[in-house]
Each structure stands twice: as C-alpha cells, then as structure tokens.
C-alpha cells in the first residue's frame, strides 16, 4: 500500500494508464500493495475566519440595465442554468455561459437568450398559450437537462434544449384557468427525478403516478370565478426523506394519496421554518386571503385580507429583520405587507397592480443581512429595503398586465456577481437584465429553475438531489436566492485532502478529506465530490453533520475505481452546503500528477 500527501498521486500498476507519477515519490520494489486499509483522521478544533463577518452597514445599490432583450415579450418567471455546452470541453458545467429560457406570451414559443449577452439565441416554435410556465433540471441524471413546459392550463410537455420533443402528457388541473407551473424534485429519493404540476405527479418519461383530488396549488379569486397561478410546491413536510405535493388545501405523497388535508379553500404556498421550531410551516394566499399553516397543514388561525384585490401573488419569504426567523412578503393590487408567523405586520407598501397576481422575489445585494426585495407590477420594477420596506429602486423600464409572474436573481453572465432579471408582458422590451454599476453585488447562482424555487431544490449542473437538505434547515428562505446570514454572522467552510492512497490492479483510489467550519454557525447536508473527465462527478460522500462552529468534521475516506477519472487531473471540492461561503477558493482542492 502507498500512502502520499495531499496534491501528489501515483499510479501503481502499468495495466492500464490512469495517472502518471508524480516526480517526488516513486514506488520501490518494496512497497506493499493491497487494498487500502483505514484512514482516519479526528475532529479538531478551527479558529473562525473573521474576516467574513459583515456588520450591518449601508452598502451601495446602484442597480443599472446591462442589457434588453427587444420584443420577445413573456410573463415568466424565466429560468436560468447551462443548458448547453458552450465551450465544447463534453461537460455541461459552470464553465459554460448561463443560458436564460422563457415561454413568449407572443405565441412564438420558448425563447432561449445568452446570459452574457442578451442575444436571442433561438426560438422553439410551438403552440404554447404564452401564459404558462417551465421548469428546467436534469430528469434522469444523465448530464443533459430537460425543459418541462406548460403547454396550457391541462398539459405538461417535454423537451430538450435544441428543442426535440421527448413527450406530452395532459393532467387534470380541477378548472384552472391559466399559468400553470410545473416543477421538479426527486420525490422518491431513487435518483431519477419526478415532474410535479398542481395536483399530478409524472416520472421522467411522463407517465402519470399519482394525481390529487382537492388542490392545485392554485389562487381562486375573491369572487371564486376563475382558479389561476398554480404553483404546488414538493417539499419534505414531516422529515421521512420522501417528499410532497404541497397545495394550500392538501399534501400528496406520490401516488397522489392526501397525505394532511385541512378543509380551506386552495391556495398558493411557500415553505420555510418560521417559527424557529425545527419543522417547516407554510403560508398561503387565497383570493384576497393570507393564511398560515402549521407542518400537517393545520391552520394556525392566522389570516388577513386585502382590500380592492382579486388575487395576491405567490408569497416569498426571508429573514428581513435579522432575528434568525424569515417573514412572508405577500402582494396584492395596492400593496406589499411583510408578516411574521405569528401575524405581526413588519410594514406595508403600496404598489400599482390591478390583478394584484405578481408576486415578490428576495436577495441580500448588499451582503449585509437584510435581503432586498424584487417585485415588477404593471408599469415599473421595484426593490424594496426588507427591513422597512423603504424604496431602493423604482425603474420604469417595465410593462405588463402581469400574470403570477416574479423576477429572478442570479449570475446570468457568470461575472462573478448577481443581476435582477425580470420578463415584460407587453411594450417593446420583452427582458432585462440589471446589473451592479458599482460592481459591488455578491456572487450568486447561476441557477434559477422553477417558479417553485428554494436553493436546495436543485444543484449548480441541473441535476436533482436524491437526497434533498430541506431548505428550511440550511437557508430558511423560499423564493430567494440569498445565502447570506444576519449581521456578523458568516458561513465559510474549508475543505481539506489529508491523505491519498492508491493501491492495487484493479486499483482503488481513497482520498482522506475533512472539513472545517470557519463559521459561527452549525452545517450540516455537507458533501464533498471528486469531479473529472466526461462524466463530471466520479464520487461523492457526505459529511457528517452537523459540523459545528469552531470545529473541523472527522476525517471522510472517499473510495473509487481510478479508472473513472478518464485520464483527466481531477479536482475535490464541496458539493451541496457550502453555498454562502466566504472564501470560495477554499471550497476546491486539485489533485496534481494524475
């Protein structure tokens, strides 16, 4: 057996080539080799990394448009990720551009823009309404994403980037009547993702599963006329591992089978822990009505009215005063309130949307623990102080009759920083894309893929966690991009390779890592992923957590066939956790000499 330090690796047979020797070490002819035994390494002690921490400040918001997409106009929400592989390396990755795609209300189809530059890169022509929405993620793991369109109100279509067909399915939507959103989660934990829309459940080749019988996740109006703007979200309610359909009215499990009902009228959630209980609660709007629900979807007996309203968008949530616990921004035609669970109003704003369906979306631009608030009415977009609710934006760079569409936040032009994209229902300009003109904005995802978005539902390449970290116990947030934490508290967290060994034809390789958190608080649904060749992640292990403040995880034994690595250098880095970082340049490690 032979065992190097970090940052060298041997090849220890000539069977095959799968690495060169690194010069330093060289084997003898009295290296014993076998299998490779135990390695081990014990939790230590870390010093925090204090030049994370930001204290609350009065950080600059110079919002400018970077670019607009003229005509092409839609509701969206639009959905963001590589979808395609640019740099022509075989790998759909990070490396590539950012591709943005959303459904044109036009009647054109999906238009698919390049986040660098704005240019319209192609148009899938199809018969879509214009008034649904998509989703985007890897279905089956395979490295090549999916698109999963709302046709219209009763049918979910598949297809793939270039715009091949893969299949259609109609679903029963109990009368919506328009702007379906589909979503997608790996319901099941078995690795191969489901598609959810209102109350139906499709495997990845669109096959109907389960299919509810009361909610769709949808907003009735005040009157009860019309039942628009379904955005079920799946989400792991009771912490068994498997995941659920939620509605304002009923959770799935997956053969559609009510799993909590409750007796009110549909509605429209969003899921986060907010009272600090260790469980997500959710709220929900329903015609003019906001209410919240404990975790088995029991009301709490909270609930408050919009005057002069027919609907109120999809609500967000984030914590936007800095206790530890997120509030619910909810939107109707004259105004946005912010509430916690308890029904506590922090503020109220006044906007102008006759519909009142537009919903708001959350960041912290400025890194200073109180997110931002992005919402887009009918004639201007606007960016709200969470914190108060005070206006840090008004631009009129924006027309719509508005659906129940929101903006997005993400790093569309892979620059390093976040922008603000938000859809135009009408005028000339049909997207923007809104930029930092003081270059002062965080780094952020280049993934936005579904209505229904919390920053766990999805990983940074499109696939779909099998084993999905709730979203509420990592970030607490739904309808937000923010990974940040209140004032002068920080996430950093570093990843170590303490040993290699390689040993054996057949060989296996083992690498001995460990992760110190350099933070003030707990991590925990840490990973850590060897990536390399065509095929991306060769092997992933997970970190025990949780990984506490001031301490390093004991030493994690990654083991594979080296022969994956395809004859390619490859790289230990964090996978899912460590988003939010401080230093990202501690969250990667090369191995050299392969």
């Known amino acids: 057996m032979t065992r190097v330090g970090p940052l060298l690796l041997?090849?220890?047979?000539?069977?095959?080539?799968?690495?060169?020797?690194?010069?330093?070490?060289?084997l003898t002819a009295t290296t014993p080799l076998g299998l490779c035994g135990a390695m081990e390494a014990p939790s230590v002690p870390v010093e925090p990394q204090l030049d994370c921490s930001v204290p609350l400040q009065e950080g600059t918001f110079t919002p400018e448009i970077e670019w607009q997409v003229q005509g092409h106009n839609g509701y969206g929400p639009p959905v963001v990720g590589q979808l395609d592989d640019d740099n022509n390396d075989g790998l759909i990755d990070t490396n590539d551009t950012p591709d943005i795609?959303?459904?044109?209300?036009?009647?054109?189809?999906?238009?698919?823009?390049?986040?660098?530059?704005?240019?319209?890169?192609?148009?899938?022509?199809?018969?879509?309404?214009?008034?649904?929405?998509?989703?985007?993620?890897?279905?089956?793991?395979?490295?090549?994403?999916?698109?999963?369109?709302?046709?219209?109100?009763?049918?979910?279509?598949a297809i793939t980037p270039r715009g091949e067909f893969l299949w259609r399915?109609?679903?029963?939507?109990?009368?919506?009547?328009?702007?379906?959103?589909?979503?997608?989660?790996?319901?099941?934990?078995?690795?191969?993702?489901?598609?959810?829309?209102?109350?139906?459940?499709?495997?990845?080749?669109?096959?109907?599963?389960?299919?509810?019988t009361l909610g769709v996740g949808a907003v009735p109006n005040q009157g009860g006329s019309y039942v628009e703007g379904a955005v079920s979200?799946?989400?792991?309610?009771?912490?068994?591992?498997?995941?659920?359909?939620?509605?304002?009215?009923?959770?799935?499990?997956?053969?559609?089978?009510?799993?909590?009902?409750?007796?009110?009228?549909?509605?429209?959630?969003?899921?986060?822990?907010?009272?600090?209980?260790?469980?997500?609660?959710?709220?929900?709007?329903?015609?003019?009505?906001?209410?919240?629900?404990?975790?088995?979807?029991?009301?709490?007996?909270?609930?408050?009215?919009?005057?002069?309203?027919?609907?109120?968008?999809?609500?967000?949530?984030?914590?936007?005063?800095?206790?530890?616990?997120?509030?619910?921004?909810v939107v109707g035609s004259g105004e946005m309130r912010a509430y916690d669970f308890w029904g506590d109003m922090k503020w109220a704003v006044p906007v102008q949307d006759t519909s009142g369906a537009a919903g708001p979306i959350l960041f912290d631009f400025e890194q200073d623990g109180y997110?931002?608030?992005?919402?887009?009415?009918?004639?201007?977009?606007?960016?709200?102080?969470?914190?108060?609710?005070?206006?840090?934006?008004?631009?009129?760079?924006h027309s719509s009759a508005t659906g129940f569409e929101t903006p997005i936040v993400a790093d569309v032009d892979a620059d390093g920083e976040v922008e603000i994209l938000v859809l135009h229902g009408s005028g000339n300009k049909g997207l923007s894309s809104f930029g930092d003109a003081d270059h002062t904005w965080p780094p952020g995802r280049q993934t936005w893929n579904q209505h229904a978005y919390s920053i766990t539902n999805v990983n940074d390449d499109l696939t779909i966690p099998?084993?999905?970290t709730p979203n509420w116990d990592v970030y607490n947030n739904f309808r937000s991009g923010n990974a940040n934490l209140p004032p002068d508290n920080w996430r950093e967290l570093n990843l170590e390779v303490l040993e290699i060994c390689i040993d054996g034809c057949p060989a296996e390789l083992a690498i001995l890592v460990r992760v110190s958190n350099e933070g003030t608080e707990a991590a925990d649904g840490v990973t850590v992923v060897v990536e390399a060749g065509v095929e991306g992640v060769v092997a992933e292990v997970e970190i025990p957590g949780p990984i506490?403040?001031?301490?390093?995880?004991?030493?994690?034994?990654?083991?594979?066939?080296?022969?994956?690595?395809?004859?390619?250098?490859?790289?230990?880095?964090?996978?899912?956790?460590?988003?939010?970082?401080?230093?990202?340049?501690?969250?990667?490690?090369?191995?050299?000499?392969?």
């Open 548 to 594: 506490e403040a001031g301490m390093s995880s004991e030493g994690v034994t990654i083991r594979f066939d080296p022969r994956n690595l395809g004859d390619i250098e490859p790289v230990v880095r964090l996978g899912s956790g460590a988003l939010g970082s401080c230093d990202p340049d501690d969250d990667v490690v090369a191995i050299e000499g392969c």
């Open 101 to 157: 795609a959303y459904v044109s209300n036009n009647g054109e189809g999906v238009v698919f823009v390049n986040g660098k530059t704005g240019a319209v890169m192609g148009i899938v022509p199809a018969n879509y309404d214009g008034v649904e929405g998509l989703a985007i993620g890897d279905l089956e793991g395979d490295g090549a994403p999916e698109l999963i369109v709302a046709e219209d109100a009763n049918t979910i279509v």
């Open 466 to 468: 099998s084993a999905v």
């Open 371 to 397: 997110p931002e608030i992005v919402y887009a009415d009918e004639e201007f977009v606007r960016v709200y102080n969470g914190l108060d609710g005070s206006v840090k934006l008004v631009s009129d760079q």
């Open 233 to 329: 979200i799946p989400v792991d309610l009771d912490g068994d591992g498997l995941l659920e359909l939620v509605t304002g009215n009923a959770a799935y499990n997956i053969d559609g089978s009510i799993k909590y009902s409750n007796g009110l009228p549909d509605g429209c959630p969003a899921v986060a822990d907010f009272d600090g209980d260790g469980e997500p609660e959710v709220f929900a709007v329903s015609g003019n009505t906001v209410f919240a629900m404990e975790s088995d979807l029991t009301p709490t007996g909270f609930s408050a009215t919009f005057a002069n309203t027919n609907y109120i968008g999809p609500p967000a949530a984030d914590d936007l005063d800095g206790d530890g616990l997120p509030e619910v921004v």
């Open 10 to 26: 041997l090849a220890a047979c000539s069977e095959y080539d799968i690495a060169r020797p690194a010069p330093e070490v060289t």
């Open 169 to 212: 399915t109609d679903i029963d939507t109990a009368g919506l009547f328009d702007f379906l959103y589909p979503a997608i989660a790996d319901m099941d934990g078995d690795g191969i993702a489901e598609v959810t829309a209102g109350r139906s459940i499709l495997d990845a080749d669109g096959r109907i599963l389960g299919q509810g």
